[in-house]
């Protein structure tokens, strides 16, 4: 497995923005797939974005396409979800997590390593 910590999330008001990081150490980073998941209170845990290893291919949910964005620095192993035009329905804690797939996915049962996850909070 590989070790995961998030970063970067906060209070914001609508249409403001946040980076969030993810730091990954344990395993050959580069070779891994990230993806940010989040859980809004009550709600289940939903695939946000995700990134392959090699090319950096990315997928995202309709809900969040042309307002986030997910980059990796293999260098820094380290991952990063750019969120834009943030919306109340945005609030959730993030969570950053690991495959080891080849291609994209969004099941999160493909992801066998996760961070602790970080507070997200859009006011109106």
């Known amino acids: 497995q590989v070790q995961l910590v998030e970063s970067g999330g906060g209070l914001v008001q609508a249409g ?3 980076r969030l990081s993810c730091a ?3 395993r ?3 070779m891994l797939a990230m993806g940010w998941f989040r859980q809004a209170p009550g709600k289940e845990r939903e695939f946000v974005a995700a990134i392959s290893w090699y090319p950096s291919s990315t997928d995202y949910v309709d809900s969040v396409k042309g307002r986030f964005t997910i980059s990796r620095d293999n260098a820094k192993n380290t991952v990063y ?3 834009n035009s943030l919306l109340p ?3 959730a804690v993030y969570y950053c997590a ?3 797939r080849a291609t ?3 099941a999160s049962a493909d992801f066998d390593s996760w961070g ?3 507070q997200v909070t859009v006011s109106s």
Request: hydrophobic share 35%.
């Open 28 to 30: 050959t980073f580069w």
């Open 116 to 118: 602790q996850g970080t």
């Open 81 to 83: 979800l750019q969120m």
């Open 16 to 18: 403001g923005s946040l």
């Open 104 to 106: 994209l996915t969004r």
């Open 89 to 91: 329905e945005d609030t």
């Open 98 to 100: 690991a495959s080891p």
């Open 24 to 26: 990954a150490s344990g």
